[in-house]
């Protein structure tokens, strides 16, 4: 069955595109009654409102009223809504901005993508509402506790060609980060290795015997004071978490994270944070060809590591201390 385009079933609100489901085969009598079974954490007088409002519609834009029948592999949309959502209390810049592209320079702690407790408090969603342009999409990840650069697409057909450099590895991308100075560990190097989801860890990966799937090069730029210094990380593969599980596995984990190790287990779900404690990582530039344009492309990130300040008031040199 082709993909059915959700802006064209519900326009996107404040923002935020439409959310989908495909309904399962199962009991139910009726499409209200799964909906408030799937997602426990909704009042079911919530579902019951947002259908008399129209909010509630099937693939073809049909509203979806409380007593319609239910009808296995459908696909159901619906706008989601986050309570109480937590403000992150850290401004994003847009960097640059075309027909093509929008470079956002992210602050810490502020997600790319809606997601669990997070629905405005996004670079996307914050994006779509400042520039009014719904059809935005991210082409690439980044943590939400890692700063600097997102590109987001802003033509949808154009998205996969974007997203294509970062597959091809045709992108060049440069981090800094702050960890332990520990001259014993020999500098410049690159590491290798082989990653996979952690069985026994909420959200870890981890290193395990095999065949390497993640290269990172890592570089010793100049100290901070503090006994930490700043690196240069550039990831020649693009494994989630990456360039924190390299950095502690050469027994240099980065400067306030809270998985690799876990420093603050009762962090570990994300129900609570320290604004005060930003992870020590930052995307410091991203270099490609754009692939709509054929210009060559160089963004920089306006951001500085905090810890990276210590008895020095500018970003580390450009070039490798090699």
Request: net charge neutral; charged share 25%.
């Amino acid at each position: 069955m082709p993909r059915v385009d959700s802006s064209r079933v519900l326009p996107a609100r404040d923002g935020v595109g439409a959310s989908c489901i495909a309904l399962p085969p199962g009991p139910w009598p009726t499409i209200a009654a799964f909906l408030i079974d799937r997602f426990p954490a909704v009042p079911a007088a919530d579902w019951l409102g947002r259908m008399a409002c129209g909010d509630v519609v099937d693939e073809a834009g049909e509203r979806v009223d409380a007593d319609r029948g239910y009808r296995a592999h459908l696909k159901v949309y619906y706008y989601r809504h986050v309570p109480a959502e937590p403000r992150v209390p850290f401004d994003d810049t847009v960097l640059f901005q075309d027909d093509h592209i929008v470079v956002i320079d992210k602050p810490h702690f502020l997600p790319v993508t809606p997601g669990g407790r997070y629905l405005q408090e996004t670079v996307l969603v914050r994006a779509r509402r400042r520039l009014g342009i719904d059809t935005l999409s991210p082409v690439h990840r980044l943590d939400r506790e890692t700063a600097g650069l997102v590109v987001l697409a802003v033509v949808p057909a154009e998205r996969a060609a974007y997203h294509a450099l970062f597959r091809h590895r045709a992108v060049e991308k440069v981090y800094e980060a702050v960890a332990a100075d520990r001259r014993e560990v020999p500098m410049p190097q690159v590491r290798r290795s082989r990653m996979v989801e952690s069985a026994g860890s909420f959200m870890q990966m981890a290193e395990v015997p095999g065949e390497p799937n993640a290269e990172t090069a890592i570089a010793w730029v100049r100290a901070c004071g503090d006994g930490q210094a700043l690196y240069r990380l550039r990831p020649l593969t693009g494994r989630r978490h990456q360039l924190r599980v390299h950095m502690a596995a050469l027994g240099l984990p980065l400067v306030n994270d809270r998985i690799y190790p876990v420093l603050w287990p009762h962090e570990a779900d994300g129900t609570t944070q320290d604004f005060s404690r930003p992870l020590q990582l930052l995307a410091r530039s991203i270099t490609f060809t754009d692939p709509a344009t054929g210009q060559h492309r160089h963004f920089e990130s306006r951001l500085v590591l905090s810890a990276a300040e210590l008895g020095h008031d500018a970003p580390c040199d450009k070039e490798d201390a090699s």
